[in-house]
């Protein structure tokens, strides 16, 4: 089992920045592709980002990219979800994702999920 714990969350204006990390613990000796997912009220969850374990394979959903930067240390069994030039739009709870065999776009590629940080920006 893998276990997943999201910090950094908060409350910030627009345009401000914020990270998230993610810590893995448990079966971290398994290599560990990455993701982090969103879901804000009244929304189905959607992808934000995601990253392989080896970094060579980043995705980014449209509506963040040139705005987000996720990055990984494998060191400390962390991702990291740099968030920049923030939008009240990107105001959501944001779940951090493991996948020991994929690293995709959707939900069903990730078999170990924390419990989720809310970010929360002011116009």
């Known amino acids: 089992q893998v276990q997943l714990v999201e910090f950094g969350g908060g409350l910030v204006q627009a345009g401000g920045s914020l990270t998230l990390s993610c810590a893995a613990s448990?079966?971290?000796?398994?290599?560990?592709?990455m993701g982090w997912f969103r879901q804000a009220p009244g929304k189905e969850r959607e992808f934000v980002a995601a990253?392989?374990?080896?970094?060579?394979?980043?995705f980014y959903a449209d509506s963040v990219k040139g705005r987000f930067i996720i990055s990984g240390d494998t060191a400390k069994n962390t991702v990291y979800l740099q968030m920049n030039s923030l939008k009240p739009e990107d105001t959501a709870v944001y779940y951090c994702?493991?996948?020991?065999?994929?690293?995709?776009?959707?939900?069903?590629?990730?078999?170990?999920w924390g419990q989720g940080t809310q970010v929360t920006v002011s116009s």
């Open positions: 994702a493991a996948s020991p065999a994929r690293v995709g776009r959707t939900g069903s590629d990730y078999d170990y």
């Open positions: 448990g079966r971290t000796f398994t290599r560990l592709n």
């Open positions: 990253i392989s374990w080896a970094g060579n394979r980043i």
